[in-house]
């Protein structure tokens, strides 16, 4: 018997029952929501409910106190064991695809391709070595909507190789779709990272294996507003961003649909299907943008840096040959103003030789925008570039399914998140 858990990140399962019982056709949906969908919850602190917080709660079973993963990527830098590395150590064979924020610890792993934040070895093969690479490209500049000529060529080899033939079809049907429709690439990565698990799953044989998708949690951040969930007519988005008659979640929760029923058609499998934590609707929009050029940016403030890393939309690392040039630009970075009222760079995290930022304002960026830096004066709209505009921010709450076999190791109803590890443990009958 192998076991197979889908993080289905964020994903609202309480507005996926509005699309139901309005009488929407979701056959994977209807088979889980009931007395085996369970809630769970994530941390209190609203700056702790955060992804790449809950998932590696899940990964260690424990909470945000105990594991002290608090950025996208930190995992690398914890001792605290995965299940991944329990499950293998007891003797069973592990596969992940891309886990968040998860580090890759195994001695011989089925596969492992790690998210496109975390750098953490992916498996030694080389197709998985060429999606690391370029799911890395594709998602860390997925806002400048470039992909390298590489990347393009990484990516066709591997969708020829891993993707059924079957498939190839549909799915660039859906990718020719998805022009001026962002939500769809976002789908399209999923549909793609599915197909890529399901050929590996059945090649590999694992006996417990992961798949992290991430187009619901950020389909529901952009794009909430436009959903049968909010209700709220002034709570709308503008139409030069996604049109009215468009509903990219139900689009969404239909893809979602197709996958939970291949889940659920294998056989002498269990499934977990978890969500980690959901959303809930702003209650006005907030508009994110990103640097279009870090390294540019940077050396244009004279800040003396190692090495600048993007993260997810509006977030960097940057790092420093020395704590005394890391507190420098601190420094001046609290000094980026714009419109000389707020700071562009409201989120600083100074870890002794590196900082960890978070570009946090959330206004409407026009030509009239300025950036202000000591005594230069800039047009901030120059700088950053448009990612989307944000319509949803997290909640504690969760879901989690559990299939029949899983029920009698399942956790309490409305127990932490971190509780689903030990669900895994016992099913492997490895002691925590």
């Known amino acids: 018997m192998n076991l197979i858990l889908v993080e289905l990140n964020e994903i609202n399962f309480d507005m996926v029952k509005i699309y139901l019982d309005k009488g929407i056709k979701l056959p994977g949906f209807d088979a889980i929501i009931g007395d085996q969908l369970l809630k769970t919850r994530a941390e209190e602190k609203y700056e702790e409910i955060e992804p790449w917080i809950q998932w590696p709660s899940v990964h260690t079973g424990l909470s945000y106190d105990g594991h002290k993963v608090f950025r996208l990527g930190d995992s690398i830098n914890s001792d605290k064991k995965q299940f991944f590395e329990k499950v293998e150590e007891a003797g069973y064979l592990v596969g992940a695809i891309s886990p968040m924020n998860a580090s890759n610890k195994l001695q011989n792993p089925a596969f492992f391709i790690p998210d496109p934040w975390t750098k953490t070895p992916s498996d030694r093969s080389f197709l998985s070595k060429a999606l690391k690479s ?3 490209q594709a998602v860390n500049d997925n806002s400048k909507s470039k992909l390298t000529v590489s990347t393009i060529i990484k990516l066709s080899i591997i969708f020829l190789a891993l993707v059924k033939p079957t498939r190839f079809i549909p799915l660039v049907l859906y990718a020719i779709k998805a022009y001026k429709k962002p939500w769809r690439k976002a789908l399209f990565l999923d549909m793609f990272l599915f197909e890529i698990h399901k050929t590996l799953y059945k090649r590999k044989k694992p006996n417990f294996s992961t798949i992290f998708l991430n187009a619901g949690a950020h389909i529901q951040h952009h794009y909430f507003y436009n959903s049968q969930y909010v209700a709220k007519p002034e709570l709308s988005n503008p139409s030069w961003y996604v049109q009215e008659s468009e509903d ?7 893809i979602y649909d197709e996958i939970i029923q291949s889940f659920l058609s294998l056989p002498s499998t269990e499934i977990i299907i978890a969500t980690g934590l959901s959303q809930k609707p702003y209650d006005k929009l907030k508009y994110y943008y990103r640097l279009n050029d870090h390294e540019f940016f940077l050396n244009d403030l004279g800040i003396v840096f190692s090495s600048v890393i993007p993260r997810m939309t509006r977030d960097f690392l940057i790092t420093f040959n020395t704590s005394e040039e890391a507190i420098s630009a601190e420094i001046k970075l609290n000094k980026v103003m714009v419109n000389d009222t707020f700071k562009l760079f409201n989120d600083i995290d100074n870890r002794g030789k590196s900082l960890f930022v978070v570009l946090t304002l959330s206004d409407e960026i026009t030509e009239k925008t300025q950036l202000n830096f000591e005594s230069r004066t ?11 505009i944000k319509n949803g921010e997290h909640q504690s709450e969760g879901f989690a399914y559990f299939s029949n076999g899983l029920m009698k190791y399942a956790p309490a109803n409305g127990s932490q998140v971190s509780k689903i590890h030990n669900t895994v443990l016992n099913f492997f009958r490895i002691s925590n």
Do not use: R
Request: charged letters at 20%.
């Open 134 to 136: 370029a799911l890395s």
């Open 378 to 388: 800039f047009i901030l709209k120059k700088h950053v570039v448009f990612v989307a």
């Open 248 to 254: 990219p979640c139900l689009e969404m929760i239909k």
